[in-house]
Structures are given as structure tokens and as C-alpha cells.
């Protein structure tokens, strides 16, 4: 509803909404056009459903506690300060500041931050949850994150590569910094696009565009060009006949990595 409704104002207007208001070599990060609006209009429409367990969000749920763990066995969390950059209704982030972080969320969709608002909320948390772009948000506090986590994001953005030099921009020297995506292989389309929006109906049609997957190269070198180093790639393989996520080798399809930025 929310992308037809956006596509409408555009035909009217006559004009490309998309585009930024300014070339983007304007801006310190070259960020001002990094949203996709159809994505965050998206997302708003699905945002009630976000802590709904067994809802469309239900994988994300699902592989909370792993990837929980795997981040906090990294990058210990008590009592740091981190961002999580496209944190939606805030399931890392709250599992994160339950697990003794200062935790920051940031995401471009006001649906979701609605929901995460009213959820820490409820549970007591304390998190501060911002409207704003990763590229934003580095320019007004830049190295002052110990942990960055950016995690199923990166395939929603226009230039990804943009968001993960932000991300490098936040994190202190030997700050630690996380992202998790999809990669792109016939097995990755087979499996998260065919399998887990059709057959298996994990997720809603649409939610993923196989264009927009990223080769762990590319993400490697992304994070190379911003000055990380690269520490750790994970890959979180789905059982269909078990029903469950596990970590391990197999990076064919969902994959998270672990950057430090050095001393
Ligand atoms: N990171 C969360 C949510 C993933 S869903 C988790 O793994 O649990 C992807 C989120 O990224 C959505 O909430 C969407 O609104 C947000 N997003 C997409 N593009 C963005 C952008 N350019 N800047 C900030 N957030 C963005």
C-alpha cells in the first residue's frame, strides 16, 4: 500500500523522489540518495507484524540467539557502546541491551522505530532508538562505538558499500564491527528467493531482490577499502526438515562477517 501510494506521488509530481536533491558527491559520504524508498515503505507496512514470533519476521526471531552469541563471543557486550544500523523493530537490538550493551538503534523506516519504541518500552530497556542513516549518523559520532552491527541490511540499500565505510566511520580503533547479508549463487536464489519466500513461505514474496545479494568477496573488499580487517565469516545454513538455523562453514547463503578496525 505504502510503496503504490509512493509510486503515485511520484507519477503526479513528475518528479523522481529517488534522486537526491543534490549530487551525491555534495555530501562527506556520498550518502543523501542511499535510501531506497520502496524498501522503507516496505518495511512500514510490515512493521506491526515485527514481534509477532511466528509472523512474517519469524526467521528473524529464529536466529536471534545465534547470531546473539555469536557477536557476544566476538565482542563481549557488557557495557559497551554499540550501534545496530537498520535495526528495524529491534530484535538485535534489545536481545543486545539485554545482554548489558548501550545500545543505539538506527533505521529510515518510522513504522518499525514505532514498534521498537513501544516494545523496549514494555520490556524496560533502554535504547536509543534514531531515525537516520548510517552515513548520517557517522558524520555526528564518528569512532565513538566500540561494536557496530549492521545485520540483514546491507541488501535493502542502494550502495551498500557507502553503508559499510559508515559503519567503519563509527566504530573506535580495535572497535569491532558486524554485518550479515545473502550472498549471490544460483544456491543462494534456489534456496532464500524460490525456497524461503515461496515453497516454505519463511518470509513474505518480495522481500529479497537476488540482485541486490553480495559475495562475501565483495563485501571483504568493501571492508578492506574502509579501512577493516577482516576477522571472521560465519555461514547460518536453515534445516527445512528440522526446521531450525545453525551456524557453521557452509556461507552459500546467509553469512554473517566480523571486521575489527585497527588500533
Ligand atoms: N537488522 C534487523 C532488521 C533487518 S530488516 C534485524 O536483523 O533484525 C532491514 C531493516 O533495514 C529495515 O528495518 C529497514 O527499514 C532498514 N533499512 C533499509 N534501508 C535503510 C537505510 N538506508 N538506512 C537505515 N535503515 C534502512
Given at each position: 500500500?505504502?510503496?503504490?501510494?509512493?509510486?503515485?506521488?511520484?507519477?503526479?509530481?513528475?518528479?523522481?523522489?529517488?534522486?537526491?536533491?543534490?549530487?551525491?558527491?555534495?555530501?562527506?559520504?556520498?550518502?543523501?540518495?542511499?535510501?531506497?524508498?520502496?524498501?522503507?515503505?516496505?518495511?512500514?507496512?510490515?512493521?506491526?507484524?515485527?514481534?509477532?514470533?511466528?509472523?512474517?519476521?519469524?526467521?528473524?526471531?529464529?536466529?536471534?540467539?545465534?547470531?546473539?552469541?555469536?557477536?557476544?563471543?566476538?565482542?563481549?557486550?557488557?557495557?559497551?557502546?554499540?550501534?545496530?544500523?537498520?535495526?528495524?523493530?529491534?530484535?538485535?537490538?534489545?536481545?543486545?541491551?539485554?545482554?548489558?550493551?548501550?545500545?543505539?538503534?538506527?533505521?529510515?523506516?518510522?513504522?518499525?522505530?514505532?514498534?521498537?519504541?513501544?516494545?523496549?518500552?514494555?520490556?524496560?530497556?533502554?535504547?536509543?532508538?534514531?531515525?537516520?542513516?548510517?552515513?548520517?549518523?557517522?558524520?555526528?559520532?564518528?569512532?565513538?562505538?566500540?561494536?557496530?552491527?549492521?545485520?540483514?541490511?546491507?541488501?535493502?540499500?542502494?550502495?551498500?558499500?557507502?553503508?559499510?565505510?559508515?559503519?567503519a566511520a563509527l566504530v573506535r580503533p580495535a572497535g569491532d564491527v558486524f554485518f550479515s547479508t545473502l550472498n549471490r549463487n544460483p544456491k543462494a536464489f534456489v534456496l532464500a528467493i524460490i525456497g524461503a519466500e515461496y515453497l516454505l513461505r519463511?518470509?513474505?514474496?518480495?522481500?529479497?531482490?537476488?540482485?541486490?545479494?553480495?559475495?562475501?568477496?565483495?563485501?571483504?573488499?568493501?571492508?578492506?577499502?574502509?579501512?577493516?580487517?577482516?576477522?571472521?565469516?560465519?555461514?547460518?545454513?536453515?534445516?527445512?526438515?528440522?526446521?531450525?538455523?545453525?551456524?557453521?562453514?557452509?556461507?552459500?547463503?546467509?553469512?554473517?562477517?566480523?571486521?575489527?578496525?585497527?588500533?
Open positions: 500500500m505504502a510503496a503504490a501510494h509512493f509510486r503515485e506521488n511520484r507519477a503526479l509530481n513528475g518528479i523522481d523522489v529517488t534522486k537526491p536533491a543534490q549530487p551525491a558527491s555534495h555530501h562527506p559520504h556520498g550518502a543523501a540518495d542511499n535510501v531506497d524508498a520502496a524498501e522503507i515503505a516496505k518495511f512500514d507496512s510490515l512493521a506491526s507484524r515485527w514481534w509477532d514470533p511466528t509472523g512474517d519476521f519469524r526467521p528473524l526471531h529464529e536466529i536471534n540467539p545465534l547470531r546473539l552469541d555469536y557477536i557476544g563471543q566476538c565482542a563481549p557486550l557488557r557495557d559497551r557502546k554499540v550501534v545496530d544500523i537498520g535495526c528495524g523493530g529491534g530484535i538485535l537490538t534489545e536481545s543486545m541491551a539485554a545482554a548489558g550493551a548501550h545500545v543505539t538503534g538506527i533505521d529510515m523506516a518510522d513504522g518499525p522505530l514505532a514498534v521498537a519504541r513501544l516494545h523496549q518500552a514494555e520490556t524496560g530497556s533502554d535504547i536509543e532508538y534514531l531515525h537516520a542513516t548510517a552515513e548520517a549518523h557517522a558524520e555526528e559520532r564518528p569512532g565513538q562505538y566500540d561494536i557496530v552491527t549492521c545485520l540483514e541490511m546491507l541488501e535493502h540499500v542502494p550502495r551498500p558499500a557507502t553503508v559499510v565505510a559508515a559503519c519463511l518470509v513474505p514474496a518480495g522481500t529479497h531482490e537476488y540482485r541486490k545479494f553480495i559475495r562475501p568477496s565483495e563485501l571483504e573488499a568493501w571492508g578492506r577499502h574502509a579501512g577493516l580487517e577482516l576477522r571472521a565469516t560465519i555461514g547460518l545454513q536453515y534445516n527445512p526438515l528440522l526446521r531450525r538455523y545453525s551456524l557453521g562453514p557452509d556461507i552459500d547463503v546467509n553469512y554473517l562477517m566480523h571486521f575489527q578496525r585497527p588500533k
